[in-house]
């Protein structure tokens, strides 16, 4: 089976200037990598290039088993609420159908099985009944799930989140989660950028730790150690009574 | 109130303006949805050195293609010049619209009739639209529609969310292009009208007050249409009547563009009441940022 990504030795960056290196990373259809780094690490970057809006400098890349940049438009893409304008005036329902909209083309009015989509995703992320309200009147939380929703809709095999849990309500948590585990259920493979390594513990098959170069990639348990987690953030870790890891950043 | 229309002039003015009505409430609606005011307004200015290099080759009926010309170069440029954040939109935009603008007086203040050209080209002639304008004007109406139609989805879009767009696979850079030669096109369309000044009010001023009704963008443009078409037919009016029975000289262009001001401040009052009446969203309990691990 096609993986859904390879990245090996690949470094991205603008204007010839490489941002992040070192990147090796395989993923299968139905696994779930978690991009885990600091503010500024490049996991935002990583995530541009395999949508094919940033250049893969050196090393070999592809994406559904093409080149990223003629993959570009077949990976969903779930960026974050905040960088929306809240007050465009837009309804939910036509926020999810622009996931639609690479398919339904130039002139062809939306058919039966687009609104089929935007029906089905919004009931899948528990929105159904807010198709008609304003986009920007909804919660934080419910945002991130209407463009989880036009994600869905576009029916992707490869779905690359951009910090889909900050600022979001626990409502929303639970309800994301949920429909991402259904994906990768049904065979999505799902690239996800955090902060919260707790995210990254639960959700995901793989963990990648970087900060302007991948410091470590694996499975969650052999990644997430104090030793990896120092390299990357460059900080310290302070340990807790009940046993768990407070990491503080320099 | 029907009796003004009967003189052709005036008939040609209404036509002129219920035309540019049909491009101008929707386009105005992405105008005011991209926040793009300023870059209309430097296109109005930019494309005056054209209006005037036009009417200096070919007089009056030069004026068109002298327009359509530099509408399409300065669209074009402000493209290039603001795309990828290199130049701050603002900045680049204003020294577009300022070197452009200043060329414009420059060659046009070599003529012996300066000022009056000048106020022709700033202010236009609504009452001396010809026929022949009309059916230009009604060319770029299609055109501009049919642009606009094709292009609706990936422009709303790429207004909604560039980054989203553009992961959809939508070339933002060329989004970015077509409309504002859209917009370039509604400029020459309006401008022997309603002249390079006040064609500005015509792509902003109608969503704005659309926006304060409604919150749906079809509507919006429908509203916007309309504003203008009652503007222009209360403007054309009211100039008539304080010129005809008042003997007071007000120019129909600018009669037009106050009243569509004049409904903006008016529907001010119905947005503040639709703010008040909408429920207070609950702020959503934020997540803690700390990297907390389990180990």
Redesign the interface.
Known sequence: MTPALTYSAVSVGYQGTPVLTHVDLELAPGQTVALVGPNGAGKSTLIKSILGLVPVLAGAATVLGDHPAAARGRAGYVPQTDTLDADFPVSVRQVVMMGRYRRIGWWRPAGKDDRRAVSEALDRVGLAGRAGHRFGTLSGGQRQRVLLARAIASEPRLLLLDEPFNGVDAVSQDAIVRVLRDLTGSGTALVISTHDLQVARDLADLVCLINGRQWAAGPPAATLTEQNLRRTYGGSTISLADGRMVLVEP | MIEPFTAPFMARALTELALLALICGPISVFVF?RRLSFVSDALTHTIFPGVVIGFLAGGLEGLFAGALVAGIVTAVVLTLLTRGGRVSDDAATAVVLTAMFSIGVAMVSRRSSYTSDLTSFLFGRLLTVSPRQIAETAALVVIVLIALV??A??L??R???P????????RVGWLDLWLNILVALVVVAAVRAVGTILVVALLIVPAAAA?MV????VV?AAVGTVLILGAGYGGLLLSWTASIHYGVSLTSASSVVLLLVAAYCLLIPVRLIRDRR?RT???????S???????
Do not use: I, K, N
């Open positions: 949805a094709a292009g989805r990936a709303l879009f207004t909604f969310d980054g989203g767009a553009a992961a959809a696979g939508f926006r409604t919150d749906r963008l919006m909408r969203v609950t702020v959503p309990r934020q997540r940022s700390v990297h907390e691990l389990v180990g």
